[in-house]
Each structure stands twice: as structure tokens, then as C-alpha cells.
């Protein structure tokens, strides 16, 4: 099956929103890692979404590069190959581009995309995330609105963000971010939803105290309610079917019953990125620890090539990755729930 077309991303979000589920957008930064998320998403017979940030990107275009757009194109490129043996939906995705990096990063992607459609080629991305949350609302939404014009001319859908995610991620510390800041406002959802939906389609990272990082269980002071208020504001103001696409960023040690409550309110998407890296990581630690003597080439000894071979242990790695993005299909409620199935 060919990777997502604009229409069926948009029968996935639609769908989800109906449903009362989410998609898991997997943060990767390798192919090993790609193909671990495509895996499971099959596995789960959900579709899925598989995103690239701006470190990313760099470091998939290798340390004599660090070229971030040069590596999440070679990642997409990837995705695109590997998924079209698959028989459910993959949709490609950027996360976190933040104000600095507009011309550096995500122009240059949104222009590849523009360089494919008219060789008549499918978009190399299907949708990009500008966080212009740094900036004051109004200009926020000015940048927010300049790129979806751009973007909606290319069938690609635009993520936004307001409010702050707390903690840390791909460089970026709000870890001292005032805690207002941590909880979009009504307000400020209707005045996104009326500045951007009449020119593209788009999707709302509203916050509501989440937080980028892992923490453990409780520490994570969500708000689910300010997103249904959020809703309910845009619904009065500009009638039910203008509701949200929401995301949810930072969901790391959040109750399941709280990410629960977020599907009813317009959650379609959730990134996973900390626990992903970790259950990547874990089996490495383990296999380096119990073969640790293999491993190695000391005192004239040769070691075990079966041991040392990259494949041996990043094959536990893709083999653990798969199994913890199969949990999230099912905590997100989006196994089983493919829409070509």
C-alpha cells in the first residue's frame, strides 16, 4: 500500500476525532528506527505517524553532514520505500520547528514538497509543525498563518502550537516556563481556530500542562478539562464542526485514564519520543552487559563477531521499539482501526 495520500490523512484525523482515538507520531532519527515504527503500526493494524524533528534530521544525514533537512528528507525518502510494502496507512510529519529555523528547516522541506507535485510525484511530507509558542500570539498566529497559505497550496496540513510544553526536547529547555503559559486559553483557541481555518487544514497543539521529558507517574500535572473548554469555545463561537484536530505533546508519564480523557475532547495525535528512545536503548544495555567479555578484543583475544555485529543488538533495540509503540497503538485506541483494513 502506497504511503497516505492528502485525502486518507485527512480520513485518518477525521476518522480518529470520530472514533475517540489517537495516532501515535513516532519521533525517529535512523532507518532502524523508522522500521521499528512502521512495524509495529502494521503489527497493531493501525495506522500511524511517523515524524522527524530537527535533530532529527541532522543527525540522519550523518556527523560530517549535520545537515537537518538533508537527513529528514533521506529519512522520508525511506518511509516512503519501506511502507509501501505494508497494508496500512503511514502519514510523514515534522515536529517542532521552531521560529528560527522557519527559512533553515522548514521551507526548504515545504519547497521540496512544491519540487515533487509538479513532477507530478506525491508530497514528501504530509504535514509540517511550526511552534511559533515563543512568540506573542498575535505573531504566532501571523507566521502560523503566512505558512498554511503556503502549505495549503501543496495539500500539506499544518500543526501549530500555543501555550508552552514544559521540560526539554531536541535542545530546546522550558523547564522554567511560568506556569501560566502552560495552559492554552479559550480565548486563544478561538482565535487561532478563526485566523486559520478558513485557509487550511490544520492541527491544534494546545497545552494542558504537559510536559517534554520522562517523569514518573503523577509528577505530570495535566489539565485534560482546559482542552474540552477550548472546544466548547470554538463550538459557540464558530459552530461544532470548527472543533480542533488537537495534539498531545509531552505524554511521558501521564495516567492512562488522562490520556484516556483527552480522546474525547479532539486528540487525534500523540507524540512519543522519550519512551521510544528508552525502550530503543534498553536492550543495548543489556546485551553490551551480558556479553560484555564478547564484545570486546582484549589481551589477544579475538571476541564473538556474532556478539559485536551491529545487527545483533539493534535488532533487540527495533525488536523492543516495535513492542513499546504496539502499547501506545493500544493505550491511543487505534489498534485494529486502520481505514484501508
Known amino acids: 500500500m502506497p504511503i497516505a495520500t492528502y485525502e486518507q490523512y485527512c480520513d485518518m484525523l477525521d476518522s480518529a476525532k470520530k472514533g475517540g482515538y489517537a495516532y501515535p507520531a513516532i519521533n525517529v532519527t535512523s532507518t532502524s528506527t523508522a522500521n521499528a515504527a512502521i512495524k509495529a503500526f502494521a503489527d497493531m493494524k493501525s495506522d500511524g505517524i511517523i515524524q522527524v524533528s530537527t535533530g532529527g534530521g541532522k543527525f540522519a544525514s550523518g556527523q560530517g553532514l549535520n545537515d537537518e533537512v538533508l537527513g529528514a528528507i533521506s529519512l522520508a525518502q525511506h518511509v516512503h520505500l519501506v511502507a509501501a510494502k505494508y497494508d496500512v496507512l503511514i502519514a510523514l510529519h515534522t515536529d517542532h520547528c521552531h521560529p528560527e529555523k522557519v527559512d533553515s ?36 498566529i501571523e507566521m502560523s498563518k503566512k505558512l498554511l497559505e ?22 530546546v529547555n ?4 511560568p506556569a501560566d503559559k502552560l495552559y492554552t486559553t479559550p480565548e486563544e483557541m478561538v482565535e487561532v481556530t478563526k485566523a486559520l481555518r478558513p485557509l487550511g487544514k490544520f492541527m491544534y497543539a494546545a497545552t494542558f500542562g504537559n510536559v517534554h521529558g520522562v517523569y514518573k507517574p503523577g509528577n505530570v500535572k495535566l489539565r ?6 477550548g472546544q466548547a469555545a470554538v463550538a459557540k463561537e464558530l459552530g461544532a464542526d470548527a472543533e480542533n484536530w488537537l495534539v498531545f505533546h509531552g505524554g511521558s508519564g501521564s495516567e492512562l485514564s488522562e490520556i484516556h480523557e483527552t ?7 500523540m507524540n512519543i519520543d522519550t519512551d521510544t528512545q528508552y525502550a530503543y536503548s534498553r536492550p543495548v544495555v543489556d546485551h553490551m552487559f551480558k556479553n560484555y ?8 583475544e579475538v571476541g564473538n563477531k556474532k556478539k559485536y555485529d551491529p545487527r545483533a ?10 513492542e513499546r509503540i504496539s502499547q501506545a497503538c493500544r493505550d491511543l485506541k487505534s489498534d485494529g482501526k486502520s481505514i484501508i483494513l
Not at 480522546?263 to 495525535?269: A, M, P, R, S, W
Open 150 to 171: 503556503r502549505c495549503a497550496k501543496s495539500e500539506i496540513i499544518l500543526e501549530i502550537e500555543t501555550g508552552v510544553v514544559g521540560g526539554e526536547e531536541d535542545g
Open 263 to 269: 480522546l474525547g475532547y479532539g486528540v487525534i495525535k
Open 293 to 300: 567479555d564478547e564484545m570486546l578484543k582484549i589481551e589477544g
Open 224 to 229: 485534560p478539562e482546559v482542552l474540552k473548554e
Open 105 to 140: 528547516f522548514l521551507i526548504p522541506l515545504i519547497e521540496e514538497t512544491e519540487k515533487r507535485r509538479a513532477q507530478g510525484q506525491p508530497n514528501l511530507f504530509h504535514s509540517h509543525m511550526f511552534d511559533g509558542s515563543v512568540l506573542p500570539t498575535n505573531e504566532n
Open 313 to 322: 543488538w539493534m535488532k533487540k533495540a527495533e525488536n523492543a521499539m516495535t
Open 174 to 177: 522550558n523547564e522554567d516556563a
